[in-house]
């Protein structure tokens, strides 16, 4: 659970030193135990062992010469990952203060920097928020499988009054439908006691004795798209030719 | 005998005994509420997406751009030992489009129930209780000789899920006591199944909540509060 914890962070932290000494401690803590999974840094060593699995599978010709190559390669992408930007820098507010003070004295760092040069583009070709954003795999979100109706959204800023506005909106909405769903199901089990007070006298014991069997397991779970007819027999007879083959690690 | 009024179709019960081997003059009758749960989620409220939307963007905006050479790499590497490519099938089926009420496929985000029934009447799979162990035996058997075998179906529970009790209308030739039937509904759902085979009954429907309001107006209310979606 810690280290999944800490690939989050990785994806996730803004550019703020502190965290990033917090985020490496963890890191260190993760590699002690000795389980390396789930971690978005890709460390030098590691990347060795990894780029041989995957030209043992595709090309068969790389040989030493071109190895070199692509550690250099992962490196570098490495490096940047790393020191990659976010699109907006959070601050605080005294380190924001802190930045003001230097713009006056004529030093402006190479984030600020940065940060102009993006305002600069925004106010230019706008923001580019009129058409919802795809969220997810294209084709799998839920707007174009029409789960959502494009129109209806309610337009919005990003701006902080719009996000108190839009989850005021959100929250009133859900708890509507949550106290429907309660008043239902108490309505249901109203029902319920009154037809088995209903019933004749000899059949009311059975009735009361809670039935514990388990639920069938292959019960079906709603999804976002209805299963494709023969798609799962496609699935097995591939699973099955690969059986034969050994696991590559 | 009980003497409380249950609902709104009760006025009275008498309780006297008649002729037949029943010690009462109600008959009870077991009918199954016989209903497939959603295969696809329901539509998502524009309100609730918008915020979901409005999150999803501001947390970007906080996260670091990684540089496009380090997605194409984890794309490449990722593929597992076969790879199917597929659409994803439509949430809105042919049965839909054709309002066939017949297939199971209808309307995969309501839960359709079945009504079979003679011409004219449409009612749900129902038997009259005759000594039997319980009263789920004999729901279990009225649903049976409707379809058949209840390998794809589950009884949710040992009690009934509600009851109406109806009154005859009284007519002039009618001189046997008063009967009231009281019918009780027992819940059941299908399982793993896409087409039943439901034969020994003249016709077939599987209809939403809102369809079978069609089907039965006067129960309107009654049936609101009993099925929920």
């Known amino acids: 659970m810690g280290m999944l914890r800490v690939s989050s962070i990785k994806r996730l932290t803004g550019s703020d030193s502190s965290i990033k000494k917090l985020s490496h401690q963890l890191l260190q803590r993760c590699s002690v135990s000795g389980t390396a999974k789930g971690k978005g840094k890709v460390k030098a060593g590691q990347a060795l062992k990894r780029s041989k699995v995957s030209t043992k599978k595709g090309s068969d010709g790389g040989g030493g010469g071109r190895k070199t190559g692509l550690v250099a390669e992962l490196e570098e992408m490495a490096k940047k990952c790393l020191t990659a930007p976010t699109p907006i820098r959070f601050l605080k507010p005294k380190q924001r203060e802190r930045e003001a003070e230097r713009e006056k004295l004529g030093l402006i760092s190479k984030e600020r920097q940065r940060e102009m040069e993006m305002l600069k583009k925004q106010a230019k070709e706008g923001t580019g928020f009129e058409k919802p954003a795809i969220i997810g795999t294209s084709g799998l979100d839920l707007i174009s499988l029409g789960l959502v109706d494009a129109d209806s959204i309610p337009k919005y800023e990003l701006t902080v009054e719009d996000g108190r506005r839009l989850a005021k909106e959100y929250s009133r909405v859900l708890m509507r439908k949550h106290r429907a769903r309660q008043k239902a199901e108490t309505t249901l089990l109203r029902l319920k006691k009154e037809a088995i007070e209903a019933l004749p006298e000899h059949l009311k014991p059975a009735a009361l004795v809670p039935d514990l069997t388990p639920f069938p397991a292959n019960r079906f779970m709603a999804t976002l798209t209805p299963p494709i007819e023969g798609y799962i027999d496609k699935i097995r007879e591939a699973a099955e030719k690969t059986s034969g083959k050994e696991k590559l690690r | ?229």
């Open chain 2, 1 to 229: 005998m009980q003497s409380k009024c249950m609902t709104p179709l009760l006025r009275s019960l008498r309780a006297f005994s008649s002729s037949s081997s029943t010690t009462s003059s109600d008959k009870i009758v077991a009918s199954v509420l016989f209903e497939r749960l959603p295969v696809v989620i329901p539509k998502i409220d524009p309100v609730v997406y918008a915020f979901q939307e409005f999150s999803f963007r501001w947390k970007q905006q906080y996260r670091r751009t990684y540089p496009d050479e380090f997605f194409k790499k984890y794309e490449s590497r990722g593929k597992g030992d076969y790879q199917i490519d597929y659409v994803p099938a439509p949430r809105i089926t042919e049965a839909d489009k054709t309002n066939d009420r017949r297939r199971l496929y209808l309307l995969l985000h309501g839960t359709p129930h079945a009504t079979p029934g003679g011409k004219p009447v449409w009612h749900f799979p129902e038997k009259v209780y005759e000594n039997e162990d319980t009263l789920r035996k004999c729901a279990e058997s009225a649903l049976k000789s409707v379809l058949g075998d209840l390998s794809n179906t589950y009884f949710v529970g040992n009690a009934p899920m509600a009851h109406v009790a109806v009154q005859p209308t009284e007519t002039a030739h009618d001189l046997s006591p008063f009967k009231v039937i009281k019918r009780f509904f027992f819940k059941s759902q299908v399982i793993a199944a896409n087409k039943l085979n439901i034969s020994k009954c003249d016709d077939f429907v599987w209809v939403t909540k809102d369809e079978l309001l069609e089907y039965f107006p006067e129960q309107a209310e009654f049936l609101n509060q009993m099925i929920i979606s």
